[in-house]
């Protein structure tokens, strides 16, 4: 599975911005799918995530902020971030996990950045 997200960039706080993520090369079943994020000298941590079935799971510091959504023809995962802030900052690394069969496995993007200023 190649894992193709799009959409960073510089941007000042209050702003917006939209980072897509194309799941491509396989032809097992999709499942989860998420962002997470990676800020200079910290750990990586989930942002948002959104289940096959469109359940979705933000962490508490972007809610009403952030909407994760898929297009499920397209394999492709969004998050639509709102009213960024300085410390939203980070490199953005989308996730997906496929189910072939009895086997589940994850896969990782590139990660694209996302620079908020203040």
């Known amino acids: 599975v190649q894992l193709q997200a799009s959409g960073g960039g510089v941007v000042q706080a209050g702003g917006s911005l939209r980072l897509s993520c194309v799941a491509s090369?396989?032809?097992?079943?999709?499942?989860?799918m998420g962002w997470y994020r990676q800020a200079p000298g910290k750990p990586r941590e989930l942002v948002a995530r959104?289940?096959?079935?469109?359940?979705?799971n933000y962490i508490d510091s972007v809610k009403g902020r952030f909407t994760i959504s898929r297009d499920n023809s397209k394999n492709t995962v969004y998050l639509q971030m709102n009213s960024l802030r300085p410390e939203d900052t980070a490199t953005y690394y989308c996730?997906?996990?496929?189910?072939?069969?009895?086997?589940?496995?994850?896969?990782w993007g590139q990660g694209t950045l996302v620079t908020v200023s203040s």
């Open positions: 996730n997906v996990v496929a189910i072939a069969g009895a086997i589940m496995s994850g896969y």
């Open positions: 090369g396989t032809s097992s079943s999709i499942a989860e």
């Open positions: 959104i289940t096959g079935g469109g359940r979705t």
